[in-house]
C-alpha cells in the first residue's frame, strides 16, 4: 500500500513557476514508477508526466514538454513537479500517481494508488 500527499499548489501569475511536491509513504517507493496528473471539472483526468523507478527515464504529455520536469528523490521518498511559464489553460487540480511497477506508463489505468490533489490557479 501507497499513501500519497501532495503539497505546493497555489495561485501564480501566468509566466510564473511553481514545483510540486509528492511525499510517499510505505516501503515501496523506490520500486514504483510515479505520474502527475491534472483534472479540470468536467474533464478526464489527463497524465502529465511520468517517471521511472530510478528516476533515469521520464516520459511527457506534449501540452507541458518543455516547461514541466519531473524528478525523484527515494531517500526522501517525494516526486516533484517543477512547472515553469505556466499558462492560464494550466489551471487545475494536480494528482500524483504511483504504479506498481518499476516502469512508467502514459496509461491513466495503469495506475494503482492517488493521492488527494492539489489545486493550481494560474491567472492571466
Known amino acids: 500500500q501507497v499513501q500519497l500527499v501532495e503539497s505546493g499548489g497555489g495561485l501564480v501569475q501566468a509566466g510564473g513557476s511553481l514545483r510540486l511536491s509528492c511525499a510517499a509513504s510505505?516501503?515501496?517507493?523506490?520500486?514504483?514508477?510515479m505520474g502527475w496528473f491534472r483534472q479540470v471539472p468536467g474533464k478526464e483526468r489527463e497524465l502529465l508526466v511520468a517517471?521511472?523507478?530510478?528516476?533515469?527515464?521520464?516520459k511527457y504529455a506534449e501540452s507541458v514538454k518543455g516547461r514541466f520536469t519531473i524528478s525523484r528523490d527515494n531517500a526522501k521518498n517525494t516526486v516533484y513537479l517543477q512547472m515553469n511559464s505556466l499558462k492560464p489553460e494550466d489551471t487545475a487540480v494536480y494528482y500524483c500517481?504511483?504504479?506498481?511497477?518499476?516502469?512508467?506508463?502514459?496509461?491513466?489505468?495503469?495506475?494503482?494508488?492517488w493521492g488527494q490533489g492539489t489545486q493550481v490557479t494560474v491567472s492571466s
Open positions: 517517471i521511472n523507478w530510478s528516476g533515469f527515464i521520464t
Open positions: 500517481a504511483a504504479r506498481s511497477s518499476y516502469f512508467p506508463s502514459m496509461a491513466r489505468e495503469e495506475y494503482d494508488y
Open positions: 510505505g516501503r515501496t517507493f523506490s520500486r514504483n514508477a
